[in-house]
């Protein structure tokens, strides 16, 4: 069967690899449909993802559909269209007996740490398959993994409904969270560079929007939150001035969310975290978060369709990750099918 695999930075190739086998753990045979690209993968095809090791099939937004079960599988069946979750923990660490799979002292992350979706079949325990809600196709259902995102980063600085929030970026990260966001508070602001995304944000429920380009991020978030700054800020920008931009945006006794992985030095000082006693978190993957996510969509309150911008066979992978790298302003979130 055809994979994917990242062999070293700026090194992908279309490989092929043995069919999986099902086995006591890994009950459940999928057969993939979809598989999305995330700025996490391009990290790992750009060698500045940290956590990342090589070679690896890479991929975490992962859908597909079961093809075959083992004995002990209980709760799915052949032709369930599933997503995959991308974090396997030991549960038994110090992080998993307080609940943060998460970040598990033996985290193993699909398509980081161990070989992930994008290939045509995977083998996978049933506890890791969530089933899709009918109302998604498979290339939206891979926004889903997202969507567990922000519901993480959200959860992480205990939004509240009478929160002043400052979402840095509009991207694919960005617009994750803010869909979550809009659900529990108000008052959101957006920051970004492109105007078209500003539009889309506000549309989505941010309240104000800020074109750094244009505007000074600190004066204007002063102006939006009655000159105290915000009372939680979420980095969905991740560069390297990123979290210092925020810290002087967060007004006294916020949270400010950081989620970026890059090693390159941040330059702060001591003074902007104590003098307002700032909560600075990590926010990192996902706790569990399928379930609420799909939750959500069932409800109504989540919508993923029209998320996805461009398509393209496994087999052209390389000209997915080339379009990524042209930076063309169209782009949304690019999708690899199976269906070639």
């Known amino acids: 069967m055809k994979a994917v695999q990242i062999v070293k930075p700026y090194e992908l190739k279309v490989i092929d690899v043995e069919m999986p086998v099902m086995d006591e753990k890994n009950n459940v045979l999928i057969k993939m449909t979809a598989a999305g690209i995330c700025g996490s993968d391009v990290g790992i095809y750009h060698g500045t993802n940290a956590a990342?090791?090589?070679?690896?099939?890479?991929?975490?937004?992962?859908?597909?559909?079961?093809?075959?079960?083992?004995?002990?599988?209980?709760?799915?069946?052949?032709?369930?269209?599933?997503?995959?979750?991308?974090?396997?923990?030991?549960?038994?660490?110090?992080?998993?007996?307080?609940?943060?799979?998460?970040?598990?002292?033996?985290?193993?992350?699909?398509?980081?740490?161990?070989?992930?979706?994008?290939?045509?079949y995977m083998s996978v325990p049933e506890s890791d398959c969530y089933v899709l809600p009918d109302s998604l196709s498979d290339g939206?259902?891979?926004?889903?993994?997202?969507?567990?995102?922000?519901?993480?980063?959200?959860?992480?600085?205990?939004?509240?409904?009478?929160?002043?929030?400052?979402?840095?970026g509009s991207g694919a990260l960005g617009s994750s969270i803010l869909k979550t966001a809009r659900l529990i508070c108000d008052h959101i602001i957006v920051a970004d560079i492109q105007d078209d995304k500003l539009e889309t944000a506000k549309k989505n429920g941010a309240a104000y929007t800020i074109n750094t380009l244009k505007e000074d991020l600190q004066e204007k978030v002063k102006e939006y939150t009655h000159m105290r700054g915000a009372t939680v800020s979420i980095d969905a920008v991740c560069s390297k001035d990123s979290l210092t931009q925020l810290l002087q945006a967060t007004g006294n006794a916020g949270r400010v969310m950081t989620m970026g992985f890059s090693t390159s030095p941040t330059e702060i000082t001591q003074f902007a975290v104590t003098s307002k006693e700032l909560d600075v978190r990590g926010s990192r993957l996902q706790n569990k978060m399928f379930g609420k996510a799909i939750e959500l969509i069932n409800e109504g309150k989540l919508d993923?369709?029209?998320?996805?911008?461009?398509?393209?066979?496994?087999?052209?992978?390389?000209?997915?990750?080339?379009?990524?790298?042209?930076?063309?302003?169209?782009?949304?979130?690019?999708?690899?099918?199976?269906?070639?």
């Open 140 to 168: 939206d259902a891979v926004m889903i993994e997202p969507a567990t995102i922000g519901i993480q980063s959200c959860t992480r600085a205990e939004l509240d409904k009478d929160d002043m929030l400052l979402i840095y």
């Open 304 to 340: 993923l369709s029209g998320s996805v911008s461009h398509t393209f066979p496994l087999i052209r992978a390389q000209e997915a990750f080339d379009l990524v790298d042209s930076h063309d302003p169209s782009i949304r979130k690019i999708v690899l099918t199976f269906d070639f």
């Open 52 to 120: 990342a090791t090589y070679p690896r099939i890479i991929g975490h937004e992962m859908v597909g559909k079961v093809a075959e079960t083992g004995p002990s599988v209980k709760n799915l069946k052949v032709g369930d269209r599933v997503i995959i979750n991308q974090v396997t923990s030991c549960g038994h660490c110090y992080p998993c007996r307080i609940v943060r799979g998460n970040v598990c002292d033996h985290l193993a992350v699909r398509g980081v740490h161990i070989d992930g979706g994008y290939r045509e």
